[in-house]
């Protein structure tokens, strides 16, 4: 036998080479656990300011919809085509229905 296995150099060394890739590895997965964790805030903050776009939109959106009603009103549209146009209400006895 040569002298390095009789020492035990041999296994000690495959030993220390064990020990450096566990090492290596618990390295690489306490990384990994950070990068996902950034990951993880990163979209959660990007989720959060899309809901609160979300909810501004949501906001103007029945704003307008209320404008629009407010335009479309029967009583608005009365009096515009009165004052604009000269228009007004036929009496009834001059109404004339049209059948197909």
Known sequence: ???AFRDGAVPQLRAW???????VLVVLSAVSVVYSTYQTRKLVAEFQQLQNS????EVEWG???L?????G????VEKLAS???KMIVPEPN???MVSQ
Do not use: C, H, Y
């Open 1 to 3: 036998m040569s002298p």
């Open 83 to 85: 004052k604009r146009l």
């Open 63 to 65: 704003q307008l919809l």
């Open 94 to 96: 001059k109404i004339v």
């Open 17 to 23: 080479i064990l020990v450096f890739t566990l090492g």
């Open 67 to 71: 404008e629009q009603s407010a335009w």
């Open 73 to 76: 009103s029967f009583n608005r």
């Open 54 to 57: 979300r909810n501004d939109m």
